[in-house]
């Protein structure tokens, strides 16, 4: 039985993707071919595509042979108030990655990734963020949603308390946290550290392009209608169905997809929510040990 013994948690729009590609071309190391299993976070609203037990879960690694890491990436494993605790039961000897991007520019890129996922329906990113309230309490919630909590903006900002619970979980040591600045200015630094980190030869090298570009929906019409197809699928298909169902809706999505840069963020808005998150980002600047005051200015 092969088990995974890292995990890349989170948060999104942070570089998981980028990262999951790096490792996934390294010799020693296994990933599985799809990102993103949710296995573990029991609190979240989410049915996972490709492992619904834990015989399914393990599957997904069976071919991963004597490769000498094995893991996977999960973004809503980071938010998950239950999923640090729940892999540290199933792997107490887990390493843990965690990537984290300044608040505001991670929340408005999440929101246009929910919105071309249809997980989002909200007009505006400020529409968005006034609607967390209602979302709460369970109104105006999209019906092709695959989880609500991805709608909790300023809860998946409120990064100390998630880093927190990963540290207390596996100690310090085997939490390797990674900035999306440090990411940009240097790639190659990072993954070297990277693989450092989880003990395999630090030497290989990798293409290091650009993943994950800005997209935009052609027909909202038919974006919502395959969306919500997908989402109600979930809930009855399961195995060679299901995969099925996701792939003729991946290949709808890509017809109906251009690629284009996202609108930029209101200098106003962004002001305004950078002052909020201030003191946030400063108290995880104090857990970091690192001088995040820059993911503040509002002088732009």
Known sequence: MVKPNFFIVGAPKCGTTALYRYLSAHPDIFMPGRKEPHFFGSDLEHVPIDARSLDEYLALFAPAGDKKRVGEASVWYLVSQTAAQEIAAFNPEARIIIMLREPVDMLHSLYHHLLYSGSE????????????????????????????????????????????????????????????????????????????????DPDFRVDFKRVNESRRIRSWRLHVAYSLAFRRSMDYLRGPALHAMRKGTGILRSLNTAHAPRPPLDPELRQRLRREFEPEVMRLGDLLGRDLSHWCATDE
């Open 121 to 200: 329906t909200e007009p505006t990113f400020e529409a968005a963020l006034a609607a967390e309230p209602d979302r709460r309490a369970g109104r105006r919630l999209p019906p092709s949603r695959r989880r609500r909590q991805s709608l909790y903006y300023r809860e998946i900002a409120a990064y100390t308390a998630q880093v927190e619970r990963y540290f207390d979980a596996f100690g310090r040591d085997a939490v390797h946290v990674i900035l999306f600045d440090d990411l940009k200015r240097d790639a190659a630094g990072m993954y070297r550290d990277v693989l450092a980190f989880l003990e395999v």
